[in-house]
């Protein structure tokens, strides 16, 4: 009996790690989804003026305005697309900051473009990324300011309002 209890277990153990793997490796329907999580890799704690002047810009004014927040941790990308402006900042280790916190960093980022005549006709999507998930996010239209897990597909009207089929799925 106890034979057939530990292959069970080990039955149940490949499943659920075959489960995982695959779940791990498919591809999103949704083409903005693959264009969300390839913009989340390229945040950088360095972000040069030339190549990413808006989080260059927002590295230093975020750096001067925010207190309680170890802002060298910080990473940034920005991407500017006609009328709208995404921002993704990762955060190290939100755990350290008090959930109440999280959201001023958020209001930070927010408040330093504002501050620039040249974003304030801007639709700005920013995002708030934690170690292994999205913490906060706001859009022109809606905002998840929980500060534990924030809704990453309110930002995917920055990449096209509607739906783009993943040809890579099918």
């Not at 913009?39 to 004014?61: G, M, N, R």
């Given at each position: 009996?106890?034979?057939?209890?530990?292959?069970?277990?080990?039955?149940?153990?490949?499943?659920?790690?075959?489960?995982?793997?695959?779940?791990?490796?498919?591809?999103?329907?949704?083409?903005?989804?693959?264009?969300?999580?390839?913009?989340?890799?390229?945040?950088?704690?360095?972000?040069?003026?030339?190549?990413?002047?808006?989080?260059?810009?927002?590295?230093?004014?975020?750096?001067?305005?925010l207190t309680g927040i170890k802002t060298d941790e910080l990473k940034y990308f920005s991407k500017e697309k006609n009328d709208t402006v995404l921002v993704i900042v990762k955060v190290g280790d939100m755990k350290g900051i008090e959930k109440s916190s999280r959201k001023e960093?958020?209001?930070?980022?927010?408040?330093?473009?504002?501050?620039?005549?040249?974003?304030?006709?801007?639709?700005?999507?920013?995002?708030?990324?934690?170690?292994?998930?999205?913490?906060?996010?706001?859009?022109?239209?809606?905002?998840?300011?929980?500060?534990?897990?924030?809704?990453?597909?309110?930002?995917?009207?920055?990449?096209?309002?509607?739906?783009?089929?993943?040809?890579?799925?099918?």
């Amino acid at each position: 009996m106890q034979r057939i209890n530990r292959f069970a277990a080990s039955v149940a153990a490949l499943m659920f790690m075959g489960i995982t793997f695959y779940s791990c490796d498919s591809k999103p329907d949704d083409k903005r989804k693959v264009y969300l999580l390839e913009d989340k890799k390229k945040v950088t704690d360095t972000p040069d003026q030339k190549t990413d002047s808006i989080s260059y810009f927002l590295k230093e004014c975020v750096n001067r305005t925010l207190t309680g927040i170890k802002t060298d941790e910080l990473k940034y990308f920005s991407k500017e697309k006609n009328d709208t402006v995404l921002v993704i900042v990762k955060v190290g280790d939100m755990k350290g900051i008090e959930k109440s916190s999280r959201k001023e960093l958020l209001f930070a980022v927010e408040d330093c473009l504002k501050a620039v005549d040249y974003f304030k006709n801007k639709k700005i999507y920013i995002d708030v990324e934690g170690r292994f998930n999205t913490l906060l996010v706001k859009t022109p239209v809606k905002a998840d300011l929980d500060g534990k897990f924030a809704d990453s597909d309110l930002i995917l009207p920055f990449y096209g309002k509607n739906i783009i089929p993943n040809k890579e799925t099918k």
